[in-house]
């Protein structure tokens, strides 16, 4: 297995969740990691990428989630703070040599998807 995601479950709306991508040191250490979710009836969504040096977040997240890579681990962690209702999806960990590929879905590389969701 490539990338393993885990940390999804149930919380409150204004609750703190944290996911975490657990990657083979290959793809940790030379790929561009990132984050989608995809909502019942809902065409899958971009909501975070990160290099080594940059990271980009969709506006419907950003001040909101944070992500970060811990190198020991071989481990990305997506902290979503401040959770609403719409943010109930079931999120997938992805990797690609190019941003670009992550953001628009067409990783080369996806994990399970863990399921979040936030009640009102």
């Known amino acids: 297995v490539q990338l393993q995601a885990s940390g999804g479950g149930l919380v409150q709306a204004g609750g703190s969740l944290r996911l975490s991508c657990a990657a083979s040191g290959r793809i940790f250490s030379n790929y561009d990691m990132g984050w989608f979710r995809q909502a019942p009836g809902k065409e899958r969504e971009f909501v975070a990428t990160?290099?080594?040096?940059?990271?980009y977040y969709a506006d419907s997240v950003k001040g909101r989630f944070t992500v970060t890579r811990d190198s020991a681990k071989n481990t990305v962690h997506l902290q979503m703070n401040g959770l609403k209702p719409e943010d109930t999806a079931v999120y997938y960990c992805a990797a690609d040599s190019q941003r670009s590929r992550i953001m628009t879905g067409r990783a080369t590389f996806w994990g399970q998807g863990t399921q979040v969701t936030v009640s009102s």
């Open positions: 990160t290099s080594w040096d940059v990271t």
